[in-house]
């Protein structure tokens, strides 16, 4: 028989649970990690040029400095897997007055993720940078270690309601926390790298960078676990020195 008080924390473990996945699915698997805002584009200098960074961009060939350089100046959004701009629907560009922006995407591809970065962005003679290239790597595996532990807890709590016992609990806490913690250091390793690229790609001028609700999600679901897990752990424990207390109880 579970007490009250245990199965009121289990559920609200298991909403906080359920919270936190979907805020970091959704946060995996948006664009919104960090956006760039861009100046309005006047003389048509600036539109060719403009267009031919948006070609490239576009281009299968894969080129941190190139695409970086068209996120700067086409109010550009890059999340874990996606990189986006905005661009003018049709055929004319910057030429009409109120031009409809179209917002255009792609994807980073498996092989693109694991591309070493390089001290100069797009000067393979530069030699690689070993810590945003292992900074990159890490914010793109760690959300996915993180919902994998969470799908894990969820077999395991699937599997203990099955059986009716609360012996698991305590392991499936340890879950939570590890994925609370993959979560935080997702954020804390994508936060590096964007300083450290914006360090040696330098901002054009009247081009502001800002934090997008991606990564907000994602810093939110890193707690959401956290407290899940302080729940499940207590709920693990308490029950536990109860079953030993009545035990003792009943062999006097």
């Known amino acids: 028989m579970v007490d009250n008080r245990y199965a009121t924390a289990l559920v609200i473990a298991c909403v ?23 100046p309005a584009v006047r003389g048509e200098a600036n539109v060719s040029e403009l267009r031919s960074l948006y070609e490239e961009f576009m281009d299968d060939e894969f080129d941190e ?13 890059v999340g874990l897997w996606w990189r986006c701009v905005l661009v003018p629907g049709g055929a004319k560009w910057y030429k009409e007055p109120d031009v409809k922006l179209a917002l255009e ?20 003679n530069s030699g690689e940078d070993m810590l945003r290239t292992y900074l990159w790597r890490c914010q793109f595996l760690l959300p996915l270690v993180s919902l ?23 392991g499936i806490g340890v879950l939570h926390l590890l994925a609370g913690l993959c979560t935080l250091a997702t954020v804390c390793c ?4 964007m300083d450290l690229l914006h360090r040696v790609s330098m901002l054009p001028d009247r081009v502001d960078g800002s934090l997008g609700w991606s990564l907000y999600l994602a810093l939110i679901s890193s707690p959401l676990h956290m407290m899940a897990a302080a729940l499940l752990v207590w709920a693990a424990r ?8 009545m035990t003792a109880y009943r062999v006097a």
């Open 16 to 38: 906080l649970s359920i919270l936190a996945t979907v805020y970091l699915s959704v946060a995996v698997g948006t664009q919104h990690w960090y956006q760039y805002s861009s």
């Open 65 to 77: 400095k190139t695409y970086s350089d068209t996120l700067f100046r086409l109010n550009g959004t």
């Open 105 to 124: 995407c792609r994807s980073f591809t498996l092989p693109q993720q694991f591309t070493p970065k390089y001290k100069e962005p797009g000067n393979h």
């Open 148 to 170: 994998g532990l969470v799908v894990l807890a969820g077999l395991t709590g699937f599997c203990a309601c099955l059986c009716r016992s609360l012996t698991p609990t305590l």
């Open 190 to 193: 994508y936060l590096a790298g």
């Open 238 to 245: 308490s029950h536990s020195q109860n079953y030993y207390r």
